[in-house]
């Protein structure tokens, strides 16, 4: 199963919590895949370490994901 990781990057808080994720799922061996947003602002943030993995636009995300982790409010879930 392949994990799709989205979030509003406008959202100072989301930071923390992808990357903990991502540690998480490198550690655990499980496959996953980025918005391109999102690792662009790892990236941006030093946390790139964190994500040596696919970045797709949120579209494609869908497509290659089996399940959608998308970090944010009601309308980041909506844009998703």
Request: hydrophobic share 40%; net charge negative.
């Amino acid at each position: 199963m392949t994990y799709g990781i989205t979030g509003n990057t406008t959202k100072d808080k989301l930071w923390g919590p992808v990357s903990t994720l991502l540690a998480w799922l490198r550690q655990e061996g499980l496959p996953f895949c980025l918005d391109a947003a999102v690792a662009h602002g790892l990236r941006e943030r030093g946390l790139a370490e964190l994500a040596p993995c696919d970045a797709h636009h949120v579209s494609e995300l869908a497509r290659r994901a089996d399940v959608i982790l998308s970090f944010g409010g009601d309308g980041t879930l909506l844009h998703t």
